[in-house]
């Protein structure tokens, strides 16, 4: 088959190739008659190919009306009225302009009327080569009408689901209508999963556009208590920079509501774009965020934060997982934010908790060079009775989609509580005492990172919760090895002053499958202490020998 001359080919850039069967009539698109059959048709370029297995399609024209239509594996389609392929994109950016008149100029087109169904019965199969981020997309109907002269449409579009990059979105619903005054439309969508992040339910957008302006609502996940979001504002288009403002921001997190009373976006390109007066409050909690353009950065950003209460945000991840207990208070300052970042940060992180174990006041000084993903961190923790000690090293941030934020940070502990250990093993001992100092390192995924280091201890004691014995431990050295706890010989000591050779180690996993593996050697030790109430299995009083 050769649909296209050579000096066509060459033009388009297209090489078509493969089998059909053609009973026209006409010279050109808009008066052609008749049925076309494909099959195994190819289509190459010098960077994609695009293959149809099956497409057969008539047209035919009725009172002065045409009437189209294309059957293929991958979609069915039906179009009826007084419509031509000349004329119809000039009068679509004719219509345009009725609603958008700077963003559209005014251009003279022979109206048309066109009445239309598709159903896409593969639309990846048509997309993938053009949309290579759409992992599922099965299913989806374009019906409606349009009239081009009396500036009228109604359309509507319906995917039962559809995956891109990851993101899912169940059950995509999209009504417009149209007449001379305004342009109304509203999107719904049933739930909206984005990997790593809280699925969001119940997701609807609509608005009315009119004279280069869209007057918006969004509103997310309105039917649960925990998330939901409610905004709405105005959206000009009348220069060359669109502007946002924002009437109504309410956006409930863990319960909480942060409400802006205004906010202002000012959006050119990435390079010229500002931000002003959005101060997002729930609270003493206070988020403010500013940006303006900069000749020599493309633009400067300020993220002021006040008590900002982490654990209000204990959904994500690492928050969660390492149970992050702190308010944070202080400014981060990003140059050229949508390019290769420059970031300086000064952060407090008052009354800091780690799983349950409080530290203290830790100060954060933060920093990245444009030339790096890697965020610099310096930390140090504030006058505090149980600790001194500091740290230093880097997160480095996803260079891509899909890549996991990885951490680097050596920690110097000086003088520390050794109850910190109980962060680890709060399930196996309780109520440990005693001072410790040491290095501690945590490398790898920021949501499990490997802990590895010593810890020398000094007049400890502890108590075996299950066991009900307190043990005491005198200057023993505690190791940690990619997230095993080791014990090499460690002295302990009972209440009777009876002593005991412990070896062997905790292994800490991601904190929820610990197991252990320990070996004991002693003449005369109490392993078992309890009374009735401390355990429902049994209760003894055990002196044994043990290797």
């Given at each position: 088959m050769g649909l296209l001359s050579p000096e066509q080919e060459k033009q388009f850039g297209w090489v078509i190739a493969g089998k059909t069967e053609i009973d026209l009539k006409g010279n050109n698109l808009d008066n052609i008659e008749g049925k076309l059959k494909l099959e195994n048709v190819a289509l190459q370029t010098s960077k994609r190919s695009f293959n149809i297995e099956r497409l057969e399609a008539a047209s035919f024209f009725l009172q002065g009306k045409r009437e189209l239509v294309l059957w293929a594996d991958m979609l069915n389609a039906r179009l009826n009225g007084d419509f031509n392929f000349?004329?119809?994109?000039?009068?679509?950016?004719?219509?345009?302009?009725?609603?958008?008149?700077?963003?559209?100029?005014?251009?003279?087109?022979?109206?048309?009327?066109?009445?239309?169904?598709?159903?896409?019965?593969?639309?990846?199969?048509?997309?993938?080569?053009?949309?290579?981020?759409?992992?599922?997309?099965?299913?989806?109907?374009?019906?409606?009408?349009f009239d081009s002269a009396n500036y009228n449409l109604n359309l509507t579009a319906d995917i039962k689901h559809a995956v891109l990059s990851g993101t899912g979105l169940y059950n995509f619903q999209f009504d417009a209508q149209s007449d001379p005054h305004d342009l109304?439309?509203?999107?719904?969508?049933?739930?909206?999963?984005?990997?790593?992040?809280?699925?969001?339910?119940?997701?609807?957008?609509?608005?009315?556009?009119?004279?280069?302006?869209?007057?918006?609502?969004?509103?997310?996940?309105?039917?649960?208590?925990?998330?939901?979001?409610?905004?709405?504002?105005?959206?000009?288009?009348?220069?060359?920079?669109?502007?946002m403002r924002l009437d109504t921001t309410i956006l409930v997190s863990n319960y909480k509501a942060w409400k802006a009373t205004t906010g202002m976006f000012i959006y050119k390109d990435k390079n010229y774009f500002k931000i002003e007066d959005l101060l997002l409050a729930q609270g003493d909690q206070r988020i403010a965020l500013s940006s303006y353009p900069d000749s020599q950065v493309n633009n400067k950003t300020t993220i002021s934060l006040d008590n900002i209460n982490l654990m209000d945000f204990s959904y994500i991840k690492p928050i969660g997982t390492l149970g992050i207990e702190t308010q944070i208070s202080g400014d981060v300052d990003i140059d050229d934010l949508f390019g290769k970042q420059l970031i300086n940060a000064q952060?407090?992180?008052?009354?800091?908790?780690?799983?349950?174990?409080?530290?203290?006041?830790?100060?954060?000084?933060?920093?990245?060079?444009?030339?790096?993903?890697?965020l610099n961190l310096g930390i140090e923790v504030g006058s505090s009775h149980d600790y001194e000690m500091s740290g230093k090293g880097y997160v480095a941030l996803p260079e891509k989609k899909g890549d996991k934020v990885m951490i680097?940070?050596?920690?110097?502990?000086?003088?520390?509580?050794?109850?910190?250990?109980?962060?680890?093993?709060?399930?196996?001992?309780?109520?440990?005492?005693?001072?410790?100092?040491?290095?501690?390192?945590?490398?790898?995924?920021?949501?499990?990172?490997?802990?590895?280091?010593?810890?020398?201890?000094?007049?400890?004691?502890?108590?075996?919760?299950?066991?009900?014995?307190?043990?005491?431990?005198?200057?023993?050295?505690?190791?940690?090895?990619?997230?095993?706890?080791?014990?090499?010989?460690i002295i302990l000591t009972d209440r009777d002053q009876?002593?005991?050779?412990?070896?062997?180690?905790?292994?800490?996993?991601?904190?929820?499958?610990?197991?252990?593996?320990?070996?004991?050697?002693?003449?005369?030790?109490?392993?078992?202490?309890?009374?009735?109430?401390?355990?429902?299995?049994?209760?003894?009083?055990?002196?044994?020998?043990?290797?």
């Open positions: 000349k004329d119809f994109v000039p009068s679509v950016q004719r219509y345009l302009h009725h609603y958008f008149p700077y963003r559209f100029p005014y251009v003279a087109a022979r109206p048309q009327e066109i009445d239309f169904v598709v159903d896409i019965n593969d639309p990846k199969g048509i997309l993938k080569e053009f949309v290579p981020q759409i992992d599922t997309l099965p299913k989806a109907i374009l019906k409606g009408n109304r439309f509203d999107t719904q969508l049933d739930s909206l999963h984005i990997k790593g992040a809280p699925n969001i339910p119940l997701l609807d957008l609509s608005g009315i556009v009119y004279n280069d302006t869209i007057d918006f609502e969004l509103r997310a996940a309105a039917d649960t208590a925990a998330y939901n979001a409610h905004i709405d504002g105005l959206l000009f288009a009348n220069r060359d920079t669109l502007t952060l407090l992180a008052a009354n800091f908790v780690f799983r349950g174990q409080k530290i203290g006041d830790i100060n954060l000084i933060a920093d990245k060079e444009k030339s790096s993903n890697h680097d940070v050596d920690a110097d502990i000086k003088r520390g509580n050794l109850r910190f250990l109980e962060a680890f093993l709060s399930t196996v001992v309780s109520d440990t005492e005693g001072e410790m100092r040491g290095n501690l390192s945590f490398k790898g995924n920021i949501e499990h990172p490997a802990i590895s280091g010593q810890l020398l201890t000094r007049n400890a004691a502890t108590t075996v919760d299950y066991l009900q014995t307190r043990y005491q431990l005198h200057n023993q050295i505690i190791q940690f090895d990619n997230s095993r706890l080791r014990f090499d010989d009876n002593t005991a050779t412990l070896s062997g180690m905790f292994n800490l996993g991601n904190f929820k499958n610990m197991f252990m593996d320990i070996r004991m050697e002693t003449n005369n030790f109490l392993f078992l202490d309890t009374k009735i109430g401390d355990n429902d299995a049994f209760m003894a009083l055990l002196m044994a020998r043990a290797i």
